[in-house]
């Protein structure tokens, strides 16, 4: 894979993303889905502009961070400074988190469905 | 400086051919591949997903038990952690990530911290590298994550071992599904995951019939 110069390893430049930060945002799961509510600003951090335009349609907080090419606790940052000002809104996944709940037969048999008509 | 890059134009996401999801998706789903290294766990995700398969990685900023890729930072000690994902749009509310994982013990905390709120897993199984796998069944079992095996056919398998005795060797209880796969097939990738989630709507009429 190519990889973007932000993420030659160098742990001082992920500090910079994020300012320094590095507790995310835990609302956002990996398939969380994420959706842009407004244009890029001019002066946004580039990192904020590239996840409004990749957020013009529905993308999983995992695809963000494959496109970017950044680690996943790095794009949590960044998206919880966009919830937080109302850039993006976030479609959360159905099932907890959590193993104990199991997802119910309906919800299974559309997925059933859709593996089928694949 | 170092940071260069945080003031440089973003460039226009679709340049790589990304192909969006439709604006009515609203539920993301996981479902989680894992296996011991060059099993075919990438394999399979390509062969179902509808993207190429995309790399990402977390960085873990936790004590490193069993880890063997460490460096400081900052005081910390943190692992970097690779894996692939595909998708599957089964409609157009609902997309599936396939999830391939690093099924070795030393992945443990990646698991616990990733793949929580998964759907179910699928075990795969080169049975010339049996070990691989008893790591990753014994932990699905300990989560209560429920699971299939596939056992990956990707070449002519000289000693070639029967599903009874793979299920005797991984010591595999008789209602968890285990089937015969090709990995690089689409229809076989196909297959593993509806028995999987046929098996996981198994169980959960079960569970809706006992109150």
């Known amino acids: ?46 990192e904020h502009v590239r996840i409004l335009e990749l957020c013009r349609h529905p993308t999983a907080v995992v695809e963000i961070a494959a496109e970017l090419a950044l680690p996943i ?3 949590r940052i960044l998206l919880g400074d966009l919830l937080a000002v109302g850039r993006i809104t976030a479609r959360h996944p159905r ?21 089928r008509n694949l | 400086m170092g940071s260069a890059t945080s003031d440089t134009p973003a460039s226009a996401p679709t340049a ?23 099993v075919g766990k990438t394999t399979l995700v390509r062969s179902v997903s509808e993207i ?25 000690t943190t692992t970097t952690v ?58 699905l079992e300990h989560h209560g994550t429920p699971f299939v095996v596939a056992v990956n056919r990707f070449d002519d398998d000289s000693a070639r071992h029967s599903l009874d005795e793979i299920r005797q060797a991984l010591a595999l209880p008789e209602h968890v599904p285990l089937i ?13 995951l509806v028995t999987l989630v046929d098996h996981l709507y198994q169980l959960a009429l079960a569970q809706e019939s006992t109150p």
């Open chain 1, 73 to 75: 606790t790095v794009i």
């Open chain 2, 52 to 76: 190429r398969p995309l790399n990402t990685e977390e960085v873990m900023t936790q004590a490193g038990v069993g880890v063997d890729e460490t460096d400081e930072v900052a005081g910390k």
């Open chain 2, 82 to 139: 690779a894996f692939d994902f595909g998708r599957i749009s089964l409609n157009d509310r609902m997309v599936l990530y396939l999830f391939g994982a690093p099924g070795q013990e030393r992945f443990w905390f990646l698991w616990d911290r990733l793949f929580s709120g998964t759907l179910g897993a699928v075990v795969l199984v080169d049975t010339r590298r049996m070990d691989d796998s008893w790591y990753a069944i014994d932990r």
């Open chain 1, 1 to 46: 894979m190519t990889r973007r110069p932000v993420d030659t390893g160098a742990p001082d430049r992920l500090y910079t993303v994020t300012g320094g930060r590095s507790r995310a945002d835990d609302s956002f799961d990996l398939v969380t889905l994420v959706v842009a509510e407004c244009q890029p600003s001019a002066g946004m951090q580039s």
């Open chain 2, 180 to 192: 015969d796969c090709d990995a690089r097939v689409r229809t076989s990738g196909k297959h593993v």
């Open chain 1, 95 to 115: 099932l907890a988190q959590s193993a104990a709940t199991h997802p119910d037969t309906a919800l299974l048999q559309e997925v059933l469905h859709g593996l």
């Open chain 2, 16 to 38: 790589r051919g990304r192909k969006p999801l439709t604006d009515a998706a609203e539920t993301g789903l996981k479902i989680v591949v894992v296996g011991g290294f060059g």
